[in-house]
Nanobody, 125 residues
Framework: QVQLVESGGGLVQAGGSLRLSCATS????????MGWFRQAPGQEREFVAA????????IYADSVKGRFTISRDNAKNMVYLQMNSLKPEDTAVYYC??????????????????WGQGTQVTVSS
């Protein structure tokens, strides 16, 4: 089992940057594929980015491709989401998630077993 805690959210102007961090505890995250999801008010939780166990494979939602970068440091049990060129439509609660069953990057929300509590990102226009 693994516990996930997100941090790094906040209020930023459009065009700005934020770096989200996901601190993990419990079992080492090298056993998990990791992902970031987000949920805006009144909307479904949607996929943002995913990374394989080794960190060699990543997948991004089309809406963030070229602007966001997911990375991981298995030695530190950390996962990151670097967000650049932020837009108001990026406003949401961002969640870190862990999938113990896959070695590759995973897009499907239902595949993730463990979730953090989320961190709010607000982008003003």
């Amino acid at each position: 089992q693994v516990q996930l805690v997100e941090s790094g959210g906040g209020l930023v102007q459009a065009g700005g940057s934020l770096r989200l961090s996901c601190a993990t505890s419990g079992r080492t995250i090298s056993f998990y594929a990791m992902g970031w999801f987000r949920q805006a008010p009144g909307q479904e939780r949607e996929f943002v980015a995913a990374i394989s166990r080794s960190g060699t494979s990543t997948i991004y939602a089309d809406s963030v491709k070229g602007r966001f970068t997911i990375s991981r440091d298995n030695a530190k049990n950390m996962v990151y989401l670097q967000m650049n060129s932020l837009k108001p439509e990026d406003t949401a609660v961002y969640y870190c998630a862990a999938d113990p069953s896959a070695s590759t990057a995973v897009v499907v929300r239902a595949e993730y077993r463990y979730w953090g509590q989320g961190t709010q990102v607000t982008v003003s226009s």
